[in-house]
């Protein structure tokens, strides 16, 4: 495959695990409070407000240890791990 064709391909896979990961309704919640009081970085207007105040309010993301949200960064294969166990709802 062309370069460009595994870019394109690694970027739909990468939006559409978003938003299947979004469309779990079921989980319950587990926090309180608004995202944009709660983490620094994360500006009242940003586009992804309501998605991190959604992955924030299903205990499904906790932001970082530092106290921050990092909306910027790339998801680490760790923290994607953990967001997969959240999303299971933290088995055994």
Known sequence: MKKQTKIMMAV???LFMFAWILS???LSVNAEGNV???FPDVKEGA???KYVQYVYDNGIMAGNKD???APDK???REQFSQVLYSIAGKPG
Request: charged residues 5%; aromatic residues 28%.
């Open 36 to 38: 944009t009081e709660i």
């Open 67 to 69: 106290g921050t949200f």
């Open 74 to 76: 790339p998801l680490l």
């Open 24 to 26: 779990f309704s079921f």
């Open 12 to 14: 739909l896979s990468a």
């Open 47 to 49: 586009w992804y407000v």
